[in-house]
């Protein structure tokens, strides 16, 4: 059986020679579809790419608040807006940063994911 944490490559391909046995078609549709996932979602590291990513976050979120209050013109539509935005701006850097500096140095922040995960361990205790 092929150990779960076994790091592929694009190029190398998986064959009897690699696992000392015949791997079904399925499985091995499977154990490609995953290399290929772990090689496209790796972590980014070009600089041009994080900021292009930053770039469309921000202009997703402008385009969506400017759609919302076209739709709704109220300024009170607009004020909620404000203040849901800023909360959860707070909240995210609640997450990845003061738990982790302040309040546990053992928590590592590694997405709102892990973040809840963290949580609801802490509070089955």
Known sequence: MIHPNTHFHLNKPISVHE?????P????KNLCKRRLRREVLSDLTNP????????LFATGALMSAGLLCWEHPSLRVVGLLAVCVWCSCRFYYFAFSVVER????????????????????????
């Open 48 to 55: 041009q790419v994080i900021w292009v990513k930053g770039w």
């Open 102 to 125: 302040h309040v546990d140095s053992d928590y590592h922040f590694r997405g709102i994911g892990s973040f809840a995960q963290y949580v609801l361990r802490r509070w089955a205790r």
């Open 19 to 23: 696992t000392g046995h015949r791997i």
């Open 25 to 28: 078609a399925k499985l091995r």
